[in-house]
């Protein structure tokens, strides 16, 4: 399944794997949820307990990119990199 077609079904959490001061300049998806990406493992209960895709996103892909990786190596599989908080935004407008 497709990130726009989990998107779609509006069944999914959204994890911001940016640092805060990030948030603050280049702005942040309202229904998203901010673990910046050196705190993923203290949260992976948290994350792993959510029901429903886990879509991770950060600046451009590439933080995204190691969390879905942490959580794959830990057996999870609805996991999915949304890439650069740009994209997601555009996607999620599009819906």
């Keep these: 399944m497709s990130v726009e077609e989990i998107l779609k079904s509006g069944n999914y959490h959204l994890i911001d794997v940016r640092e805060p001061m990030e948030l603050e300049m280049d702005g942040q998806i309202d229904e998203a949820v901010n673990i910046p990406l ?4 203290s949260h992976q209960e948290e994350i792993e ?3 429903g895709p886990k879509i991770f ?3 451009s892909g590439n933080r995204s990119g ?4 942490f ?3 830990k057996g ?7 890439g650069g908080y740009s994209d997601l935004s555009k996607n999620l407008e599009n819906i």
């Design 49 to 51: 307990s959510l029901d």
């Design 66 to 69: 190691k969390a879905v990786d």
């Design 38 to 41: 050196g705190e993923i493992e």
């Design 76 to 82: 999870m599989e609805d996991v999915y990199n949304g």
């Design 57 to 59: 996103f950060c600046r």
């Design 71 to 73: 959580f794959k190596s």
